[in-house]
């Protein structure tokens, strides 16, 4: 049996962590709220919805008390979109990541 990435991203661990996002489209820029992440993409609640396979930049905001850290942490991400997700009024996406750095907030 032939796997894909798809199939990786949702055989993944999902952890259910509601953080806000801050979305890029091609359509413009959006406030989101993560609904889970893995360690290869995530689920996200969205007012629009991106063409499945665009790219999309997208920044987590993590606050300290969640991580344990002293500092919140923001996660700046490149990716892009597997799949749509409609749960009665709300529209969720789908992303796998392929790149993402770090950054401490002042």
């Known amino acids: ?7 990786a991203v949702r055989t993944a661990v999902r952890f259910p962590l509601h953080v806000a996002i801050h979305l890029k489209t091609e359509g413009g820029t959006v406030d989101a709220v993560t ?3 893995s360690s290869s993409g995530l689920l996200f609640t969205s007012p629009i919805l991106a063409r499945i396979g665009s790219v999309i930049e997208f920044t987590l905001d993590l ?9 919140n942490i ?9 799949r749509y997700q409609l749960t ?5 996406m789908a992303a796998e990541i392929d790149q993402y750095s770090l950054r401490a907030q002042s």
């Open 74 to 82: 923001s996660i700046d991400c490149v990716g892009r979109v597997v």
């Open 35 to 37: 609904h889970d992440i």
């Open 63 to 71: 606050p300290s008390e969640l991580m344990g850290w002293a500092r």
């Open 1 to 7: 049996m032939k796997s894909s990435a798809s199939d």
């Open 88 to 92: 009665g009024p709300e529209m969720m």
